[in-house]
Nanobody
Framework: VQLQASGGGLVQAGGSLRLSCTAS????????MGWYRQTPGNQRELVAS???????TYADSAKGRFTISRDNAKNTVYLQMNSLKPEDTAVYSC?????????WGQGTQVTVSS
């Protein structure tokens, strides 16, 4: 499975961005898709994920501000990020779990200025 991420950029605090992750396979067949983020010197952390059944998981820091959604017809998962904070600055990577295999897309930089 190949994952193509896009949508990162520079935004002021309080602003919004939408990340997109398009898969080369039907996302209906993918157990779970989500977004992780990583900052220099820190471990990658889960931001949000969604199962094929529609169950979602959010990091505490993302709850109430970020929304993960999907468009099966486009094989795309989205991460709508609102009320962005400088601490959201990171490289965001798309992830897919298919069976017992993990797939990663290239990271996209999100920078939130204060």
């Amino acid at each position: 499975v190949q994952l193509q991420a896009s949508g990162g950029g520079l935004v002021q605090a309080g602003g919004s961005l939408r990340l997109s992750c398009t898969a080369s396979a039907r996302i209906r067949n993918i157990n779970r898709m989500g977004w992780y983020r990583q900052t220099p010197g820190n471990q990658r952390e889960l931001v949000a994920s969604m199962t094929t059944g529609g169950s979602t998981t959010y990091a505490d820091s993302a709850k109430g501000r970020f929304t993960i959604s999907r468009d099966n017809a486009k094989n795309t998962v989205y991460l709508q990020m609102n009320s962005l904070k400088p601490e959201d600055t990171a490289v965001y990577s798309c992830h897919a779990l298919l069976g017992s295999y993990n797939y990663w897309g290239q990271g996209t930089q999100v920078t939130v200025s204060s």
